[in-house]
């Protein structure tokens, strides 16, 4: 099963590759990892997705509590959460294409954020299905190139992620 969990922590060098270390050597696998500033200095949000069974993930969160630069961590998998991933998608847009690719891009309430005379760059972001679906429709006219984030999440809740 997939777990979303949040993350503050300390913003310092090799934080992120401490995170990722301990739960890569406990054989767990990491779905997507983001980092990002958050409203406080100093302090860095990570949004983790691990792949793990039910049981393991209370392992996965004492370990990475006990990590120094660990301040608050929170499952927001079984939680009312707020998940989307951003996608930029380059994909061929010869001058005969464009106008089927704009209508694409409107259904998908996407947005075309570069053009040149063979491509066209199309932002979207949403949730993972989402854009897995807009990825297959523009498939038919030729991805030229794919990047994704991995999800980030917020809680529903009005209060910040809680003390461990």
Do not use: W, Y
Not at 127 to 152: F, M, P, W, Y
């Amino acid at each position: 099963m997939k777990h979303t969990l949040a993350l503050l922590v300390v913003d310092r060098p090799a934080v992120l590759s401490h995170i990722s270390g301990l739960i890569s050597r406990r054989a767990f696998n990491i779905e997507s990892i983001a980092a990002g500033s958050t409203e406080q200095e100093k302090v860095t949000r990570i949004t983790l997705v691990v792949e793990c069974e039910e049981d393991e993930i209370d392992q996965v969160i004492n370990q990475l509590a006990k990590l120094v630069d660990v301040i608050k961590i929170e499952n927001l998998t079984a939680e009312k959460a707020i998940i989307r991933e951003l996608a930029l998608i380059k994909v061929k847009a010869d001058s005969e294409k464009r106008s089927d690719i704009v209508d694409i891009v409107n259904i998908f309430r996407a947005k075309i954020v570069d053009v040149n005379r063979e491509t066209m760059v199309i932002e979207c972001s949403g949730e993972k299905e989402k854009i897995d679906a807009l990825s297959e429709v523009l498939a038919e006219h030729g991805i030229v190139e794919i990047v994704r984030t991995g999800k980030i999440s917020i809680s529903r809740s009005p209060l910040p992620v809680k003390d461990m």
